[in-house]
């Protein structure tokens, strides 16, 4: 699965408050292409998974290879103990930037993938030596980021949308593609959300409509940006499309999920096993461990332990309204024991006492079963 820039953008507003401040304590790979960086945060320690295509923190415990890769040997060396002081998104592009005092580990999240680590303009080291028309990914080289495909969807203007619709030849949404940095789903929602057919001739969108579109596009990147928004997987795209906000004008129900890094971690959970793994030989023969069978038995064991605790939560609330129900017969057994205590009497006389106040229709006295004045404790039977 390959997330878009929106769901990159609300990726980012999830992670942006445990990260920044964060401490980098380990980096390893678990696949090819796979990064697991081992911080230390607010809330204790966690691992961060970066894929070739999003970033997550994951709730599972993964293993890290054995095998070393010159790019993990040098953010163990650039970063150990370095603290994280900003993680940003590139303008709108799928794109993290986390920076560091003096170093930046850039995430691209575009093509087959590659995370860079850069100081000061120039690359320190990459996962991926690349070359394109207008830039280099090699060490030594001075780092520039990925050109952008379009205007940012954010901030496009109702005169900018006019200048690229009425000089088209396109139906809207292909316009709206070639213009601005949306995905075609977005593209079709934003559409849907101003009124405007996707099919119609881009150069025939009324001004009222560009400016209902800007003001669509706006309103779906300002949702997106919400870090305490749900996420939703429609399956009904190939390949799936996971999206921070419900799309409208698509006919189908999505699954929903508590949070876009929550439905990224268990997509990867589920394709894990078709990855290329970073212990597999040169032969091609996969390692004895199956990574993909401990995260589907680590998942299984968390379903069991989660059905125990609501089990227990149940349990509890039971005896707490039991308690509750009985507070003052309770009450008056515990100050009759107290009495009985202070007045000299010890357990077998406090019992007899009480065993005859059972026989006067006492229904305090009725609920005792045992006085343990060695451990301080009344044991009664609630019905």
């Not at 998974?49 to 650039?78: C, D, H, R, V």
């Not at 079963?369 to 019905?383: Q, T, W």
Request: hydrophobic content about 40%; overall charge positive; charged content about 30%.
């Amino acid at each position: 699965m390959q997330p878009d820039n929106l769901a990159i953008c609300r990726l980012l507003a999830e992670l942006k408050p445990l990260l920044e401040g964060a401490y980098v304590n380990n980096a390893s790979e678990i696949g090819k292409g796979v990064l697991k960086l081992k911080l230390h945060t607010k809330q204790g320690s966690k691992d961060l998974i970066i894929t070739q295509w999003s970033a997550f923190i994951t709730k599972y415990s993964i293993a890290a290879s054995p095998k070393k890769t010159n790019f993990t040997a040098a953010l163990k060396k650039e970063l150990y103990n370095r603290r994280i002081m900003s993680i940003e998104q590139h303008g709108l592009d799928r794109v993290l930037e986390m920076k560091f005092s003096d170093k930046e580990l850039v995430l691209e999240f575009i093509g087959d993938g590659n995370k860079i680590l850069a100081a000061r303009g120039e690359t320190i080291a990459c996962e991926r030596n690349e070359d394109w028309a207008d830039r280099k990914t090699r060490r030594g080289f001075p780092y520039s980021f990925p050109k952008a495909k379009g205007i940012n969807p954010a901030k496009i203007t109702p005169e900018e949308l006019g200048r690229a619709f009425s000089a088209s030849k396109k139906d809207a949404v292909r316009e709206l593609l070639s213009c601005a940095n949306v995905s075609p789903q977005i593209a079709e929602e934003a559409l849907h959300r101003a009124g405007i057919q996707k099919s119609a001739p881009a150069n025939s969108v009324p001004e009222s409509g560009l400016s209902a579109l800007a003001d669509a596009l706006a309103k779906i990147f300002s949702e997106a940006s919400e870090a305490n928004g749900k996420a939703f997987l429609y399956n009904n795209f190939s390949p799936a499309f996971a999206s921070p906000v419900i799309l409208h004008g698509v006919n189908a129900e999505p699954a929903s999920f508590d949070s876009m890094g929550f439905l990224l971690c268990e997509e990867f959970a589920k394709e894990f096993s078709s990855l290329p793994r970073a212990e597999e030989t040169a032969k091609g023969q996969k390692p004895k461990k199956d990574l993909a069978g401990s995260l589907e038995m680590m998942r299984s064991k968390q379903q069991e332990s989660i059905k125990k605790f609501e089990s227990l939560a149940l349990e509890s609330t039971k005896k707490a309204e039991l308690i509750y129900s009985h507070y003052a017969e309770i009450e008056e057994l515990r100050k009759a024991v107290l009495a009985g205590i202070q007045s000299g009497a010890g357990e077998k006389q406090i019992t007899e006492r009480l065993s005859g106040a059972v026989s006067r229709g006492n229904k305090a006295a009725k609920l005792l079963r045992k006085v343990d004045m060695k451990k301080r404790e009344i044991e009664v039977e609630l019905e």
